[in-house]
């Protein structure tokens, strides 16, 4: 069923009232737990949320939605976010951290769905949302003011189809696009699009003219290797991690690296990883001293953690239903949510700290805020 924008957005906006005093009498969050997160959850009573965390396991903020979220975009300056729908997307919620404005829900026109990612331009000014043209089938970037209004003021190619994650390189001027390969149509829902046809890429795109800089695909062998999420290492490395939509069986390796100037790598090891990780890389994440990439496989129940420089994977961390990573306060630490209400926080010598929330299933993705 198609659902109405109108209605939704009205839906949402009424939703958020009905929770005003939830977000508005919330304690502040100074003298908060050191390390603050943010997911999308779904809850006991069946309704979704956004859900701010502490690493002293309270939840600071919890901000209902009608539908479920997938990925947050972080403004770390002004520290507020915007959470985005699970493709087919049809709205995106912003967020301040601390509550101290109410939240606004915001949706993209009516021939555009979301693919759940999105990023702020560095200044805070604008946010770069991943998304479906719905007529032609190609994917764009959608540009949306972040200064008070939240209006569609923009949108340059993605340069493939299905843009999922997008990131924001170090230099502040270059966005590196996952495109996935493969479409989505509202009226159809979760049903995939042009599959077989798959060409999979990294497009490197110019902030200022929304020009191609380059873009680098898969193996034509490989081409339902469907790339996803991406992280950046401190050297300029473009990490990745993909979803192979073949038969399990023939599954290849589903991290790898790209850059600029440099051809898609895949990682290649002595045993089958792409079959003993089911298939399946929910995020991508690198440590804040930029050594580790961890990247997880909650259908595999495990998080492979590499070394950036090497490309050798240094240990790994058994976890259930974990997708959702990020980075930890610590230099070599991540925090991992999972579908049971668990953030778990590991540095590389395998000290953790475990924080449950009964009730809760954390989404696929996990935010440091």
Same mark, same amino acid.
């Given at each position: 069923?198609?659902?109405?924008?109108?209605?939704?957005?009205?839906?949402?906006?009424?939703?958020?009232?009905?929770?005003?005093? *939830?977000?508005?009498?919330?304690?502040?969050?100074?003298?908060?737990?050191?390390?603050?997160?943010?997911? #999308?959850?779904?809850?006991?009573?069946?309704?979704?949320?956004?859900?701010?965390? %502490?690493?002293?396991?309270?939840?600071?903020?919890?901000?209902?939605?009608?539908? !479920?979220?997938?990925?947050?975009?972080?403004?770390?300056?002004?520290?507020?976010?915007?959470?985005?729908?699970?493709?087919?997307?049809?709205? *995106?919620?912003?967020?301040?951290?601390? +509550?101290?404005?109410?939240?606004?829900?915001?949706?993209?026109?009516?021939?555009?769905?979301?693919?759940?990612?999105?990023?702020?331009? @560095?200044?805070?000014?604008?946010?770069?949302?991943?998304?479906?043209?719905?007529?032609?089938?190609?994917?764009?970037?959608?540009?949306?003011?972040?200064?008070?209004?939240?209006?569609?003021? @923009?949108?340059?190619?993605?340069?493939?189809? #299905?843009?999922?994650? *997008?990131?924001?390189?170090?230099?502040?001027?270059?966005?590196?696009?996952?495109? @996935?390969?493969?479409?989505?149509?509202?009226?159809?829902?979760?049903?995939?699009?042009?599959?077989?046809?798959?060409?999979?890429?990294?497009?490197?795109?110019?902030?200022?003219? @929304?020009?191609? &800089?380059?873009?680098?695909?898969?193996? *034509?062998?490989?081409?339902?290797?469907?790339?996803?999420? =991406?992280?950046?290492?401190?050297?300029?490395?473009?990490?990745?991690?993909?979803?192979?939509?073949?038969?399990?069986?023939?599954?290849?390796?589903? =991290?790898?690296?790209?850059?600029?100037?440099?051809?898609?790598?895949?990682?290649?090891?002595?045993?089958?990883?792409?079959?003993?990780? &089911?298939?399946?890389? %929910?995020?991508?994440?690198?440590?804040?001293?930029?050594?580790?990439?961890?990247?997880?496989?909650?259908?595999? +129940? !495990?998080?492979?953690?590499?070394?950036?420089?090497? +490309?050798?994977?240094?240990?790994?961390?058994?976890? &259930?239903?974990?997708?959702?990573?990020?980075?930890?306060?610590?230099?070599?630490?991540?925090?991992?949510?999972? %579908?049971?209400?668990?953030? !778990?926080?590991?540095? !590389?010598?395998?000290?953790?700290?475990?924080?449950?929330?009964?009730?809760?299933?954390?989404?696929?993705?996990?935010?440091?805020?």
């Amino acid at each position: 069923m198609v659902i109405d924008r109108r209605q939704f957005l009205v839906g949402s906006l009424v939703t958020l009232a009905a929770a005003g005093e *939830a977000w508005a009498s919330s304690e502040d969050l100074a003298g908060a737990a050191p390390c603050l997160y943010a997911s #999308g959850a779904r809850l006991a009573d069946g309704t979704y949320a956004v859900l701010v965390v %502490g690493d002293d396991g309270r939840i600071l903020r919890e901000i209902p939605m009608s539908a !479920r979220g997938h990925d947050i975009a972080v403004d770390r300056v002004a520290r507020r976010a915007v959470i985005f729908a699970r493709r087919p997307g049809l709205f *995106a919620l912003a967020f301040d951290v601390a +509550g101290r404005r109410a939240p606004e829900v915001f949706v993209p026109p009516p021939d555009r769905h979301f693919y759940g990612h999105g990023v702020f331009s @560095g200044d805070g000014r604008l946010v770069y949302a991943t998304e479906h043209d719905v007529d032609t089938g190609e994917g764009v970037i959608g540009i949306y003011d972040a200064t008070g209004s939240w209006r569609r003021v @923009g949108e340059f190619p993605s340069y493939g189809v #299905g843009p999922h994650e *997008a990131i924001l390189l170090s230099d502040g001027r270059t966005l590196a696009v996952a495109n @996935g390969g493969f479409g989505n149509d509202p009226a159809t829902g979760r049903e995939s699009i042009g599959v077989a046809d798959m060409q999979p890429n990294v497009a490197f795109v110019d902030l200022s003219t @929304g020009a191609l &800089k380059a873009r680098h695909g898969v193996p *034509a062998a490989i081409n339902l290797l469907s790339l996803r999420h =991406l992280a950046e290492t401190p050297s300029g490395d473009i990490w990745f991690g993909a979803q192979w939509l073949g038969g399990l069986e023939d599954a290849p390796a589903l =991290l790898g690296r790209v850059g600029l100037e440099r051809p898609i790598a895949m990682l290649e090891t002595a045993d089958p990883m792409g079959i003993a990780l &089911k298939g399946y890389i %929910g995020a991508v994440a690198v440590s804040g001293d930029g050594r580790l990439l961890a990247a997880s496989a909650p259908l595999a +129940g !495990r998080i492979v953690c590499l070394d950036t420089e090497t +490309g050798r994977i240094a240990h790994e961390i058994a976890i &259930k239903d974990s997708s959702g990573i990020t980075v930890g306060g610590g230099a070599g630490e991540f925090a991992m949510s999972t %579908g049971e209400g668990v953030v !778990r926080v590991e540095d !590389r010598d395998g000290r953790a700290s475990v924080r449950e929330f009964p009730g809760t299933e954390f989404d696929n993705h996990l935010r440091r805020v």
